[in-house]
């Protein structure tokens, strides 16, 4: 299983990112995919999910209204569109897998993890 996350970098306040997430090894069409955020000294959170078929995303609360996840099962892809985005956002992304979106929405516990992608937003 590979969860490949890319698209991070440097950005101003205000700014756009889009995270990209290559998924292999598994049914990528029968999982919910997700992303979390992890910043220095703090635990990992939850940030976006979105369910196998595509038609449910979740959100949390710091980032509804400026992030979009979407997913294209033809590619095995997942993004997230950050838009407006704020220093507070500056962290590692990290996108998850799991055959249930309520295990991405309220725990830790996805079956698979990737590697992190490095956002960091200047004020």
């Known amino acids: 299983v590979q969860l490949q996350a890319s698209g991070g970098g440097l950005v101003q306040a205000g700014g756009s990112l889009r995270l990209s997430c290559a998924a292999s090894?598994?049914?990528?069409?029968?999982?919910?995919m997700g992303w979390f955020r992890q910043c220095p000294g703090k635990e990992r959170e939850f940030v976006a999910a979105?369910?196998?078929?595509?038609?449910?995303?979740y959100y949390s609360d710091s980032v509804k209204g400026r992030f979009t996840i979407s997913r294209d099962n033809a590619k095995n892809m997942v993004y997230l569109q950050m838009n407006s985005l704020k220093a507070d956002d500056t962290a590692v992304y990290f996108c998850?897998?799991?055959?249930?979106?309520?295990?991405?929405?309220?725990?830790?516990?996805?079956?698979?993890w990737g590697q992190g992608t490095l956002v960091t937003v200047s004020s």
């Open positions: 998850a897998a799991d055959q249930y979106v309520v295990v991405l929405t309220t725990t830790n516990s996805s079956n698979f």
């Open positions: 979105i369910h196998w078929t595509g038609g449910d995303t």
């Open positions: 090894g598994f049914a990528f069409r029968s999982y919910a």
